[in-house]
């Protein structure tokens, strides 16, 4: 079964701490994004890596941190200089083929709590 | 200036009636694509149908099609026959050929919440 696999599904994190969220997918893709939906909002970009050992901020990277070691992996760090992190991530990813035919598939999301 | 505007935050539509989603976008780029995604309360995006900026022809997938106008920049999705299942957050999404952030980035609208009611 190909798909991208996110976990954990629910996480709590005190203030002060810094947290890791696991993104992995089987698809064989490039690109990896990982986006951020706060309630009643649509989905803004942290990060996105187009290639192993490379990635680049999107809208919203301050007070995260990634990794790009596996082309399968990309973890998200949410770090404790991230003020407001309570919010549910989306990672996703896709074919780097040609702009006009690569579709972003997502995971199922992780929901973080800051308690 | 939004990129995507979706102005309805949420709608209504009786069971097996059909239903029209509204989404506007702004773009200065000949090349652009133009997705629509559902998200159920399970909170996964899933992709339903996508458009190219080229394409002559509206893009249809089963019950959903695009009803693509470029001169108004307008991508609303109309889904057939609704379905209980159907009820969700639905999100219409651009990729700009030249998002100056990585031309694969997509930027989506604020979403529409549509409740099937049977």
Known sequence: ?115 | AQKITQTQPGMFVQEKEAVTLDCTYDTSDQSYGLFWYKQPSSGEMIFLIYQGSYDEQNATEGRYSLNFQKARKSANLVISASQLGDSAMYFCAMREAYSGAGSYQLTFGKGTKLSVIP
């Not at chain 1, 994190?13 to 064989?28: A, H």
């Not at chain 1, 986006?35 to 680049?56: E, K, M, T």
Request: hydrophobic residues 30%.
């Open chain 1, 1 to 115: 079964d190909g798909g991208i696999t996110q976990s954990p599904k629910y996480l709590f994190r005190k203030e002060g701490q810094n947290v890791t969220l696991s993104c992995e997918q089987n698809l064989n893709h490039d690109a990896m994004y990982w986006y951020r939906q706060d309630p009643g909002q649509g989905l803004r970009l942290i990060y996105y890596s187009q290639i192993v050992n490379d990635f680049q901020k999107g809208d919203i990277a301050e007070g995260y941190s990634v990794s790009r070691e596996k082309k399968e992996s990309f973890p998200l760090t949410v770090t404790s200089a991230q003020k407001n992190p309570t919010a549910f991530y989306l990672c996703a990813s896709n074919t780097l083929l040609g702009f006009s035919t690569d579709t972003q598939y997502f995971g199922p999301g992780t929901r973080l709590t800051v308690l």
